[in-house]
T-cell receptor
Framework: DAGVIQSPRHEVTEMGQEVTLRCKPISGHDYLFWYRQTMMRGLELLIYFNNNVPIDDSGMPEDRFSAKMPNASFSTLKIQPSEPRDSAVYFC???????????FGQGTRLTVV | GEDVEQSLFLSVREGDSSVINCTYTDSSSTYLYWYKQEPGAGLQLLTYIFSNMDMKQDQRLTVLLNKKDKHLSLRIADTQTGDSAIYFCAVPVHNTDKLIFGTGTRLQVFP
């Protein structure tokens, strides 16, 4: 397996634009996590899914953020409208079952200007 | 909620030992993890310890767990320049599927 695949690797967008980040988890993994990493706040859990169902989205900063997992092999994180303070590295991770290792993608570096 | 704290920076000379510390609040965690993040990359699992263990050794890595004090440490023996990275401890939140990461410790190894 190629691991967790995220796209794009880098995204630069203007304030107010919609941004969509994509993730393909490892096949057979039941859990998918979206994290955001910034210098100020470290690594924050935004939302996670179990078997494609959103379980906890309490980490989503505000209504501008939304995440979907239409099937077991694909998830998106959307920001609309984007703001400069959303600039960060966004990681997707998957794990096979509860209390097991999380496998991380390479991340998407988002810059909102 | 779960709170996981680490010191931000550690600088060591090549060949010395490095000790990275982590404190957490939720004492009912089952496994506790150490992840490594190299520049421009995602996090990779380095090692882990089960909560009923005090110590785990894996080649140059030693993990110590003090459950009473809710303190976890990672010792790297004979630290090399290739060990320069950010190290995160990660703790599952009790009765959830969440994995909460510490603030990360940036390890710098100098010759």
């Amino acid at each position: 397996d190629a691991g967790v695949i995220q796209s794009p690797r880098h995204e630069v967008t203007e304030m107010g634009q919609e941004v969509t980040l994509r993730c393909k988890p490892i096949s057979g993994h039941d859990y998918l996590f979206w994290y955001r990493q910034t210098m100020m706040r470290g690594l924050e859990l935004l939302i996670y899914f179990n078997n494609n169902v959103p379980i906890d989205d309490s980490g989503m900063p505000e209504d501008r953020f939304s995440a979907k997992m239409p099937n077991a092999s694909f998830s998106t994180l959307k920001i609309q409208p984007s703001e400069p303070r959303d600039s960060a590295v966004y990681f997707c991770a998957s794990s096979p079952k509860r209390d097991t290792e999380a496998f991380f993608g390479q991340g998407t570096r988002l810059t909102v200007v | 909620g779960e709170d996981v704290e680490q010191s931000l920076f550690l600088s060591v000379r090549e060949g010395d030992s490095s000790v990275i510390n982590c404190t957490y609040t939720d004492s009912s965690s089952t496994y506790l993890y150490w992840y490594k993040q190299e520049p421009g990359a995602g996090l990779q699992l380095l090692t882990y310890i089960f909560s009923n263990m005090d110590m785990k050794q894996d080649q140059r890595l030693t993990v110590l767990l003090n459950k009473k004090d809710k303190h976890l440490s990672l010792r790297i023996a004979d630290t090399q320049t290739g060990d320069s990275a950010i190290y995160f401890c990660a703790v599952p939140v009790h009765n959830t599927d969440k994995l909460i990461f510490g603030t990360g410790t940036r390890l710098q190894v100098f010759p």
